[in-house]
């Protein structure tokens, strides 16, 4: 049991005493250290109103009378709460989906649903959930950084890269990794790219400056690790605005050669919203493909790319959206999706990765439906470079 829970408070907002005491029974099983009931949205508002401390997690059934679940998740959105909301429900599957992209338009951070009847495991399984997910961000103010403090960090070279491992679902051995950003900051430490990413893509030069400095870091540990007998493939994403300088190819393939790494393992991913582009962006995309580096088109699903134009572009790869992939076992409608983008991605003869995988479930679906690699949180957090070769002996031994 994760003595984490212990510091833990819920609220359980469902008309049913006999739900209400089932799932209580069921959180205080699982060590949660304070729960509260209420049979309605204006109970659960006096509950929370009358807390000594925030609401950690949110159970709240969608189908009472009165004020029911939809009206409560707004007026909860309303007090700006922090908690981890559940949705318990029996009503229609897509209903749920619905007041979930809902109640996360408002703010809410909602960790998923749970049908009636409920179960422990399921219970255990989204207070899991709170602990990856919201237990890190709550209480930290919004950090934004400005374009000063930014040119600064690449200036002094305060930009690092971290690596989150891709695992190949046939044999399950590590393929690779992708190289995500952040930045070394004076007095606040290491920060996360949602803090300056907008304000680095306000500019094509200063997003430009900042790929640049991932792709010669990254680049060069992967030679440092081939040279220690690792070999990974790299992934990089790349803005469209860094694609609108013409030597980039040169500069990335310049890169490879000094750090002795062969262009075959080096991926740039490119979101999907962003493979629209122009003719300048086409032309460097070619040239990268023409220097058999690889391409991924990265979120897809999210972006409105057609079948047509996604048949002509020269990518090597297609990375699912983790919204399609997180608690794709337990969601028909997400299965659909899964099977179709996994069998677009195979005619189109590229390699089918799935982000957000948090779920052994998840992962033994994506198995069955023949997806090549996975990505998530299920096999690691990003690490620091100095952590990847103990991930991989590890994970290889684990895997053995």
């Known amino acids: 049991m994760d003595k984490r829970n212990a510091a833990l408070t ?9 739900m209400r005491e089932m799932v209580s029974a069921m959180l205080e099983a ?22 000594e401390k925030p609401v950690d997690l949110l ?35 897509k209903l749920i989906k619905t007041v979930a992209d809902m109640a996360e338009q408002l703010g809410l951070r909602v960790l998923g649903s749970i049908s009636k009847p409920f179960r422990e495991d399921q219970i255990a399984e989204v207070v899991a959930q709170y602990h990856r997910i919201v237990a890190p961000k709550r209480g930290r103010p919004a950090l934004t950084i400005t374009a000063q403090e930014l ?10 890269v971290f690596y989150q491992p891709k695992i190949r679902v046939s044999d399950s051995q590590v393929a690779g990794v ?10 606040y430490g290491l920060i996360q790219p949602s803090a300056f990413i907008d304000i680095a893509e306000e500019t094509s030069k200063r997003i430009t400056r900042l790929t640049l400095a991932v792709l010669q870091k990254a680049i060069a540990q992967a030679g440092e ?34 750090a002795g790494v062969d262009h075959t393992s080096i991926t740039m ?36 790319s057609s079948l047509a134009r996604l048949r002509r572009l020269p990518f090597t790869e297609l990375k699912i959206d983790r919204s399609f992939v997180d608690g794709a076992a337990d969601d028909p409608d997400l299965q659909s999706i899964l099977t179709s983008s996994i069998e677009l991605g195979k005619r189109l003869r590229m390699t089918v990765v799935a982000e957000g995988v948090e779920r052994w479930a998840d992962w033994r679906l994506l198995e069955r439906l023949g997806c090549d690699q996975i990505q998530g949180y299920i096999a690691s957090l990003p690490l620091a470079a100095a952590d990847i070769p103990g991930f991989v002996r590890r994970w290889t031994e684990r895997a053995a």
């Open 151 to 160: 040119e600064a960090a690449i200036d002094d070279n305060r930009i690092e």
């Open 30 to 51: 699982q060590g949660i250290g304070h729960v509260e009931q209420a049979e309605d949205g204006v109970s659960a508002f006096r509950a929370i109103d009358g807390l």
């Open 59 to 93: 159970f709240c059934d969608l189908a009472m009378p009165g004020v029911d679940g939809v009206e409560t998740l707004r007026g909860l959105a309303a007090r700006n709460i922090e908690a981890g909301v559940v949705l318990l429900s029996g009503v229609d599957p």
């Open 10 to 18: 819920a609220l359980v907002v469902d008309d049913s005493r006999t």
């Open 225 to 258: 690790w081939r040279r220690a007998g690792l070999e990974l493939g790299l992934a990089v994403n790349v803005s469209t605005q860094s694609l609108r300088r013409l030597d980039l190819p040169d500069m990335v393939e310049d890169m490879a050669s000094k």
């Open 178 to 187: 992708e190289a995500l950003v952040r930045m070394r900051h004076p007095a």
């Open 269 to 304: 991913e490119v979101t999907e919203s962003q493979v629209m582009g122009t003719a300048e962006i086409l032309h460097i995309l070619s040239r990268f493909r023409l220097r058999n580096f690889k391409l991924s088109i990265d979120d897809f699903g999210t972006g409105h």
